[in-house]
């Protein structure tokens, strides 16, 4: 397995950034992908999710802004954030839930991205 998160980067409040997320190891196109994100000093959270069949699930905390979507050709998954908050710093991951839900079987990370929101 191998999940290369990439697209973060420092921003001022109210911008916008899209995540990317490309996947190996793994056969992408029968897996739900998600988005995660931890803050300085916080748990880990779940932002987003998306089937196989490209339904979606977005925390209430940021559904009026965040967008997950995926291409499954293309063995990627996007996260596209707008209106963004200095809140919105975390390092962002994207991660298989149905396998993340399993920690004593599974427990992979990729490194992440890092998302700044400071003027």
């Known amino acids: 397995v191998q999940l290369v998160e990439s697209g973060g980067g420092l921003v001022q409040p109210g911008n916008s950034l899209k995540l990317s997320c490309t996947a190996t190891?793994?056969?992408?196109?029968?897996?739900?992908m998600g988005w995660y994100r931890q803050a300085p000093g916080k748990q880990r959270e779940l932002l987003a999710t998306?089937?196989?069949?490209?339904?979606?699930n977005v925390a209430d905390s940021v559904k009026e802004r965040f967008t997950i979507s995926r291409d499954s050709a293309k063995f990627t998954v996007w996260l596209q954030m707008t209106n963004l908050t200095p809140e919105d710093t975390a390092i962002y991951y994207c991660?298989?839930?149905?396998?993340?839900?399993?920690?004593?079987?599974?427990?992979?990370w990729g490194q992440g991205t890092q998302v700044t929101v400071s003027s």
């Open positions: 991660n298989y839930p149905d396998l993340v839900s399993r920690p004593w079987e599974y427990d992979y």
């Open positions: 190891g793994r056969d992408f196109e029968i897996y739900n």
């Open positions: 998306i089937t196989v069949k490209g339904y979606t």
